[in-house]
């Protein structure tokens, strides 16, 4: 197993365009990219249509071949808690 983390990027459906598969949003019209200088490469003859986190680099983003067994991260909603205040009667 690499040390990489699998995140939501890839490239499968099209080649060197971008998405994350959760929403479809291109990832390279967005604002925030992290992609490590050089990266994203597809230095891999079998090709390399996934996205990881380089955690020997920051954890910026790589492309890798999607069939490494790594490590992956999840994403979860946030969660609003409400509080209530109670008065309390000290005497
Ligand atoms: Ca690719
Ligand atoms: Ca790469």
Redesign the pocket.
């Known amino acids: 197993m690499s040390d990489g983390v699998w995140i939501d990027g890839s490239d499968s459906l099209v080649e060197n365009s971008w998405t994350w598969i959760d929403t479809g949003a291109d990832i390279n019209a967005q604002e925030f990219t992290k992609w490590f200088p050089g ?6 003859k079998e090709g ?1 249509d996934c996205m990881d986190l380089l955690h020997h680099e920051n954890y910026n983003w ?3 071949v999607c069939e490494y067994k790594q490590n992956f991260l999840c994403e979860k909603k946030q969660v609003k808690f409400v509080c209530q205040q109670q008065a309390v009667t000290l005497f």
């Open positions: 990266e994203p490469n597809s230095i891999h390399e790589n492309d890798n």
